[in-house]
DNA sequence: ATTTGGTCCATTTTT
DNA sequence: TGGACCAAAT
């Protein structure tokens, strides 16, 4: 294994193969490097790979991570043992997929996403006989959420009767979702850490699996999750972790800085290993990442130095609104592209929040450039692509009352809300799934014929498409085929183009629903049988839901939030919005976690390599309507000396009373004069 | 039972 | 702005 690549302090920690050892350093020094060198070092050493377990906070990490180390591991034959390379997730979905029966799950069962853990948590609040009127389940959901994510109910107290009320649905909710066969995200986790709790032999296979452990982001772990590394370690101690408390941004969801922080304390021998120099950026970005991480009395000072020059200052714009300052953001792409030729993929577009990609979208395909969205809840959140996961965890499972109540009647087939309600009360009643209800229905004759005659058309489809699914012998049975084909039955694809009114947006549904069915007969899917592909499918939908990269290969812009681009690097970054309320965010105010806000400042700075843009509007399009804007704070803390402010040029910012003229001459048509002169 | 058209309302971040 | 939810018409 050549280390002529690393500095001297990467290869100590990289050749420090035995033992704890923990990472911690700045941003762009080299710490996922660290990592995936360690692994070829270690598989290099001979250790097997397969005893190996390397966990990132994304499936996009781990993924990157293992082709990386796949150029690096040349001699490696296709069937060779792999280390495995995943996110906490991942892990436990494993984990739990080979153990289910130990904990009373069926080795089938299906993973929930946010919306229906907070269609399950609904219905077991509606089996409340409560007066008081009870609160949303959304608000209800998180908490439980934190909860399995290792947070102890007297650390949830402060969010009032909510918290008392989550405790108390806890159990419920937790049976409701086994009979459906199904676990929530959380689960993947807490179910994970009762299983090794719960079942030493299965601990101590873990143990034995896993010989070698290394984690990166370790600053963004959760407790449950440092309980997990935990259990895995205690006896071999051979854990690497990596991380800079300076990027810990997920603390709304139970992120931990201690857990890196407090390493010596978990971990008495562990050998701590300090890296300084940055591979990434200039040294102008450099600089301001840290003046402004100065700011944050929590956290522990880092030298951090780039052999990388000066490179251009940091530009700072300021636009009158957003629309307008995502169309300069398209048109400096172009500038780039023409005059510099500079390809698109080079730039990263970063915002606070998933919104703010509208009018970047709407700028960037006005002037024709490729762009790519990452994350945002857009995909799997649409319609048509809840209700055919529907189907398919239905077909897999019928007793999944979540997904049966969910595609009932879609498209409608005569099962209206009143009789799935009524075979609801009936499942309650004689302590079954729906499904059951509706057969006990049809043998009791219940409900008017023709009721009866839809639950049991619906009833012979479910069946008659599970049969499919179990005991098809054919070679090249297709899963895309067969989906189509119910689609086509059910009448699926004529109720998506009948709901929609414009054509175009009709054929756009249609579109993303055949993509996804496309990926039914992807290669990756593992498995023997149609069922089981299906449940692999299921699986991967359910933890990656990142869409596959249509055309690796196409030069497109990155536009992404600040919290999914940690770990990422790009030439030339902007980042956008830098508002009172945006960055920092109002809730974040509220909630008092400035430090965090100013983190993901931090985060964004680094990710630039070359050139960094920076720009905030004075008004912003707020349901449906401009509304005024204010800069951001976090502004002042960059140094004057490292920013050219262009178009500002005076300097002072404008009044709210200005910025009202300045809307009102917009709006009524005049052509304004710059910002900064006017008034 | 289903569709329609209206009103109201929101607003972080993600595995 | 547009999505979610609800009441009245078909
Ligand atoms: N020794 C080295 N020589 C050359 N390039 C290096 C070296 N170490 C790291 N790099 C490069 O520096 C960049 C940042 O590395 P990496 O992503 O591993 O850093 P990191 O510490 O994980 O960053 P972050 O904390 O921001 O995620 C990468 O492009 C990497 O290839």
């Not at 019928?398 to 799935?420: E, Q, W």
């Not at 756009?508 to 996804?516: A, M, P, Q």
């Not at 400035?594 to 993901?600: D, I, S, V």
Request: hydrophobic letters at 40%; proline letters at 4%.
């Amino acid at each position: 294994m050549d280390l002529a690549s690393l500095n001297a302090q990467q290869r100590a920690a990289v050749e420090q193969t035995e033992g704890p050892v923990m990472i911690l350093a700045g941003a762009g020094t080299g710490k996922t490097r660290v990592i995936t060198f360690r692994i070829a070092h270690l598989i290099a050493k001979g250790v097997p790979p397969d005893k190996i377990l390397a966990v990132t906070f994304t499936n996009k990490a781990a993924k990157e991570m293992r082709e990386r180390l796949g150029q690096m591991r040349l001699r490696a034959a296709k069937g060779d043992p792999q280390p495995t390379i995943c996110t906490f997730h991942s892990l436990g979905a494993r984990l739990l997929r080979q153990h289910a029966e130990r904990l009373g799950y069926k080795r089938n069962f299906v993973i929930y996403n946010e919306s229906e853990q907070i269609s399950a948590l609904k219905k077991v609040m509606s089996q409340l006989s409560s007066k008081a009127k009870l609160p949303d389940p959304a608000e209800v959901a998180p908490l439980i959420s934190r909860h399995k994510n290792g947070a102890a109910w007297t650390a949830l107290a402060r969010h009032g009767t909510i918290s008392a009320l989550a405790k108390s649905l806890l159990g419920k909710y937790q049976s409701a979702l086994r009979a459906c066969n199904a676990m929530d995200f959380d689960d993947l986790l807490a179910l994970s850490l009762q299983l090794l709790r719960e079942h030493e032999d299965v601990l101590a296979d873990c143990r034995g699996r896993f010989q070698y452990v290394m984690v990166d982001e370790y600053q963004d772990t959760n407790a449950a999750q440092f309980e997990l590394v935990r259990l895995l370690t205690a006896r071999h101690q051979n854990l690497c972790v990596v991380g800079d408390d300076d990027q810990s941004i997920y603390g709304w969801r139970g992120a931990e800085i201690s857990n890196l922080l407090d390493m010596e304390k978990h971990f008495p021998k562990v050998k701590v290993v300090k890296l300084e120099q940055n591979y990434r950026s200039t040294n102008t970005i450099l600089q301001a990442a840290n003046a402004v991480i100065r700011h944050n009395a929590q956290r522990r000072a880092k030298q951090l130095w780039s052999q990388k020059g000066e490179g251009r200052r940091i530009v700072l714009r300021v636009f009158p609104s957003d629309e307008e300052e995502a169309q300069a953001v398209a048109r400096r792409i172009e500038v780039a592209r023409v005059g510099h030729r500079v390809p698109w993929g080079r730039h990263a577009v970063l915002f606070r929040t998933n919104q703010q990609a509208r009018a970047l979208e709407t700028a960037l395909r006005a002037a024709r450039i490729r762009y790519h969205l990452i994350g945002g809840q857009s995909y799997f959140d649409r319609r048509e692509v809840k209700d055919f996961l529907a189907y398919l965890k239905l077909f897999v499972n019928p007793h999944d009352d979540i997904s049966l109540l969910r595609v009932a009647n879609v498209p409608a087939r005569g099962l209206s809300d009143a009789t799935m309600e009524r075979l609801l009360a009936e499942s309650h009643a004689s302590h079954g799934s729906v499904f059951s209800a509706m057969r006990l229905a049809q043998e009791r004759g219940l409900f008017q014929t023709r009721t009866r005659d839809c639950l049991a058309a619906f009833m012979r489809l479910v069946e008659s498409e599970r049969a499919k699914l179990h005991s098809t012998p054919v070679p090249g049975f297709s899963l895309r085929a067969w989906a189509e084909g119910w689609l086509q039955d059910i009448g699926y694809w004529d109720d998506l183009r009948r709901g929609e009114k414009d054509a175009e947006a009709a054929e756009h549904r249609v579109r993303n629903l055949k993509d996804l069915i496309s990926m039914l007969d992807g290669p990756e899917l593992e498995g023997e049988t149609p069922a089981s592909r299906l449940i692999s499918f299921l699986e991967q939908v359910s933890l990656d839901r990142e869409r596959e990269e249509d055309e690796e290969a196409g030069d497109a812009v990155t536009l992404i939030t600040m919290h999914s681009c940690k770990g990422l690097e790009f030439p030339h970054v902007f980042i956008v919005g830098l508002e009172h309320g945006l960055l920092p965010h109002t809730r974040s105010i509220e909630e008092n976690t400035l430090e965090e806000e100013r983190r993901l400042f931090y985060v964004a700075i680094t990710r630039a390599q070359q050139t960094l843009d920076i720009s905030y509007c004075l008004a912003r399009m707020k349901y449906g309507q401009l509304a005024p804007s204010h800069p951001s704070a976090f502004l002042q803390e960059l140094p004057e000396a490292l920013v050219d402010r262009e178009d500002a040029k005076s300097k002072k910012p404008l009044s709210p009373q200005e910025a009202r003229q300045w809307f009102a001459q917009m709006k009524g048509g005049l052509e304004p004069s710059s910002p900064g002169t006017a008034g």
